[in-house]
């Protein structure tokens, strides 16, 4: 079972479990006013005050919790044109795409953007990026293009970006990794076909 249908599990079981205990709560005091004729529920304006402070931030709760649920249930389920695997090592980066095939991305005084091949994105195609690691806690980060995502040895995390801006953007790892850390920038080219 993947990771977000887990998660999806974990939200799904919590909803419910609120939904459940709200019931109890608004049962209980429905039952508690008709024991003592009404009276207890409008005695005074705070306790309107205290059932609105408690409701509102409820149901604005739920709305939330119905938004991330329906957020990572799309993600997963999400079309993509294209795949990029990329593998975090000491200290480079690998990547398996379509454009280029399987690649390393070392470091490069020589170059501008400090790597010998830059990992390569479409224009406007959505790509699911598959990240994982091959020794330590890698991150690949790239901050103008707002992707951050840790590589982890044994697993592989994913997210889907879609490219909207052509140019070429540097990022580095942003864990801290080794003796080489400082030597893993990331270069990722959006080219438009």
């Known amino acids: 079972m993947s990771l977000s249908l887990i998660y999806y599990d974990i939200v799904t079981y919590t909803i419910l479990l609120c939904t459940f205990l709200c019931i109890m709560v608004i049962y209980y005091l429905f039952e508690v006013s008709n024991l003592y004729n009404s009276n207890l529920l409008l005695s005074n304006e705070w306790n309107i005050l205290e059932l609105l402070w408690t409701v509102i931030p409820t149901v604005l709760v739920s709305i939330l919790c119905v938004l991330n649920l329906s957020f990572i249930y799309f993600d997963s389920e999400l079309e993509a044109e294209e795949l990029i695997k990329v593998i975090g090592r000491q200290w480079y980066w690998s990547y398996d795409d379509s454009f280029n095939g399987f690649y390393d991305s070392y470091y490069s ?5 400090n790597v010998d091949n830059p990992m390569v994105l479409h224009f406007n195609k959505t790509t699911r990026i598959l990240v994982s690691s091959s020794d330590v806690i890698h991150s690949f980060s790239v901050p103008d293009l707002g992707l951050k995502m840790d590589g982890i040895p044994g697993r592989i995390n994913h997210l889907s970006y879609l490219p909207d801006r052509v140019g070429v953007f540097v990022g ?22």
Do not use: A, Q
């Open 109 to 113: 005084d020589v170059l501008t953007y």
């Open 172 to 193: 580095y790892c942003s864990e801290l990794c080794g003796v080489g850390h400082s030597f893993m920038p990331i270069c990722i080219e959006v080219v438009k076909n």
